[in-house]
C-alpha cells in the first residue's frame, strides 16, 4: 500500500463537500509531477485530505477507489488532452476530529523533509509510511488495516 496527500482548497472543494459527495473524481490536476502520482496511486492506497490557503491543515483521510484514467474535463480539447491529464476517484473514509494544522507539521522534527514542505506548492503528493502514520498519530485516528 501507498500513500498520498492531497490538496484542495476548502472553499473551492473542502472535506464536507467531498463527505457529500461521497465519491470523487479528482481532477484539475495540471502539474507534471502531481500528474505522475495521480498515475502511481493504486486502489486501496490510503489518501491525507489537506485543506490549502485558508486553515492549511490535514482534515481527513481517503482511499483511492479507482485507478488512474483520461481526465474528462480535457476529453474533447486536444490541446490539453495532448498532455496525458488523468484523474482517479477517491472515497472519504474519515474526519480528524481536530485537523493536523500546517504550524504543527512544521514543528515536527520527524517530518522536516515532507513534501508538503519540501514541494509545498505540489497538490497531489506521496507520503512514506512514517509520516502517514505520525500524522494520523497527531490526529488522533485510529485507522483498521
Known sequence: MNYWLVKSE??????SHFVEQGRAVWDGVRNYQARNNLKAMQEGDQVLFYHSVTRPGVVGLAKVVKTAYPDPTVANDPAQAKFGWVVVELEPMMAFGQPVTL????AEPMLAQ????KQSRLSVMPIKPDEFELILKMAHAHVAS
Open 114 to 117: 515532507i513534501g508538503l514542505i
Open 10 to 15: 476548502p472553499d473551492v472543494y473542502g472535506w
Open 103 to 106: 504550524a504543527q507539521i512544521k
